[in-house]
């Protein structure tokens, strides 16, 4: 005897609701409710249905492949990020490509390649800039694109970011508070687009506040705590005028902020403060827990996606955000890597 394949019409029947409903509730998950969507998850486990994907991405003349660019795997900052963008790529039925470039621009345009030869439908930039081969190309002639993370100035394409000025300006004001005047700030690569803005807002800060900016106090780096720590040693080795507090691009670089102060005997925050920026799995769990703007990674994904799909689906209109960048909103967390400024 013969088993009967499960079908969407034994999943709608089990469910209680119509075929469209099923349906919605597997490729847009998000305009069915949460009731509606726990009873068919149920009735296809029940049932054993298996949704066809193959077979409605060839009638669809899919590839059922989103393809996600990011400069470095090896940063934690983008592991829940990414996972925001697979979880919601899986739900909508799509599998994701995930090409580390390394910021090395041919790399960037291989995996480019992949649109314009139908082996991907959609992309998801983390990088910063568009691929070589796309960046002259109408907008209505590639799949869609989606820009997250980092903005593309002059580039109109769906763009998912959080105020990296302002948030700047939010953790460069904290250490005012507490009565810091000398704060360095260890900025990112010159040519990025997150140490263009992180120090608009640490500049706008010490302005409001009467304070010029000294040059001898901001340090270029990559983000990385290797150069926290070479950062830090040479603005800590001129003992009269070092700094009181740090405002650092990104975590890494304030723990290897934090990293060369021990090694000279000071003592974070009595001796020096330090606020970091991104908020990642370490921050928390450093010694001392370390002060930092959170960014909402997971829900960095979860927009780019969004949006991604929205666009992929040109008959979806309720995800379709009015506004271009969309802003998704930080914190800043306040832990023990700052205080009040030593007399």
Same mark, same amino acid.
């Given at each position: 005897?013969?088993?009967?394949?499960?079908?969407?019409?034994?999943?709608?029947?089990?469910?209680?609701?119509?075929?469209?409903?099923?349906?919605?509730?597997?490729?847009?998950?998000?305009?069915?409710?949460?009731?509606?969507?726990?009873?068919?998850?149920?009735?296809?486990?029940?049932?054993?249905?298996?949704? #066809?994907? $193959?077979?409605?991405?060839?009638?669809? #003349?899919?590839?059922? $492949?989103?393809?996600?660019?990011?400069? &470095?795997?090896?940063?934690?900052?983008?592991?829940?990020?990414? *996972?925001?963008?697979e979880q919601g790529a899986s739900k909508a039925g799509?599998?994701?490509?995930?090409?580390?470039?390394?910021?090395?621009?041919?790399?960037?345009?291989?995996?480019?390649?992949?649109?314009?030869? #139908?082996?991907?439908?959609? $992309?998801?930039?983390?990088?910063?800039?568009?691929?070589?081969?796309?960046?002259? +190309?109408?907008?209505?002639?590639?799949?869609?694109?989606? @820009?997250?993370?980092?903005?593309?100035?002059?580039?109109?394409?769906?763009?998912?970011?959080?105020?990296?000025?302002?948030?700047?300006? @939010?953790?460069?004001?904290?250490?005012?508070?507490?009565?810091?005047?000398?704060?360095?700030?260890?900025?990112?690569?010159?040519?990025?687009?997150?140490?263009?803005?992180?120090?608009?807002?640490?500049?706008?800060?010490?302005?409001?506040?009467?304070?010029?900016?000294?040059?001898?106090?901001?340090?270029?780096?990559?983000? *990385?705590?290797?150069?926290?720590?070479?950062?830090?040693?040479?603005?800590?080795?001129?003992?009269?005028?070092?700094?009181t507090a740090f405002f650092c691009a990104s975590d890494? $670089?304030?723990?290897?902020?934090?990293?060369?102060?021990?090694?000279?005997?000071?003592?974070?925050?009595?001796?020096?403060?330090?606020?970091?920026?991104? &908020?990642?799995?370490?921050?928390?769990?450093?010694? %001392?827990?370390?002060?930092?703007?959170?960014?909402?990674?997971?829900?960095?994904?979860?927009?780019?996606?969004?949006?991604?799909?929205?666009?992929? &689906?040109? +008959?979806?209109?309720?995800?379709? %955000?009015?506004? #271009?960048?969309?802003?998704?909103?930080?914190?800043?967390?306040?832990?023990?890597?700052?205080?009040?400024?030593?007399?």
């Amino acid at each position: 005897m013969i088993e009967k394949t499960a079908t969407i019409e034994d999943v709608a029947e089990h469910a209680g609701v119509s075929i469209a409903t099923v349906s919605r509730a597997l490729h847009k998950p998000q305009v069915v409710s949460e009731k509606t969507r726990e009873k068919v998850q149920t009735a296809i486990a029940v049932t054993g249905y298996t949704a #066809n994907v $193959m077979a409605r991405n060839l009638r669809l #003349n899919r590839s059922g $492949m989103i393809l996600l660019l990011v400069p &470095d795997i090896g940063n934690p900052f983008f592991s829940a990020i990414l *996972s925001g963008i697979e979880q919601g790529a899986s739900k909508a039925g799509y599998n994701v490509l995930i090409g580390d470039t390394q910021n090395e621009p041919e790399r960037e345009a291989t995996y480019a390649a992949y649109l314009r030869s #139908n082996q991907a439908d959609g $992309m998801i930039l983390l990088n910063g800039r568009l691929p070589a081969p796309l960046a002259n +190309t109408p907008r209505g002639v590639i799949p869609p694109v989606v @820009i997250a993370c980092e903005r593309i100035p002059g580039c109109n394409l769906p763009t998912v970011i959080i105020d990296n000025e302002k948030a700047a300006y @939010i953790a460069t004001r904290h250490l005012q508070e507490f009565g810091h005047t000398r704060i360095a700030h260890i900025a990112g690569p010159a040519s990025n687009i997150l140490t263009t803005d992180r120090a608009a807002g640490y500049q706008r800060a010490l302005a409001e506040a009467d304070i010029k900016t000294n040059s001898s106090l901001v340090y270029g780096a990559d983000f *990385s705590i290797e150069a926290g720590i070479k950062a830090a040693r040479a603005l800590l080795n001129d003992a009269p005028n070092r700094p009181t507090a740090f405002f650092c691009a990104s975590d890494g $670089m304030a723990i290897g902020v934090i990293v060369a102060a021990k090694e000279i005997g000071l003592r974070v925050p009595e001796d020096i403060s330090v606020v970091g920026f991104d &908020d990642i799995y370490l921050a928390a769990n450093y010694d %001392p827990p370390l002060t930092t703007v959170r960014q909402p990674q997971r829900r960095l994904g979860e927009q780019a996606i969004s949006l991604l799909l929205a666009g992929l &689906d040109k +008959t979806e209109t309720q995800t379709v %955000p009015t506004e #271009n960048p969309v802003i998704v909103p930080t914190e800043l967390i306040v832990r023990k890597s700052s205080g009040p400024c030593p007399t």
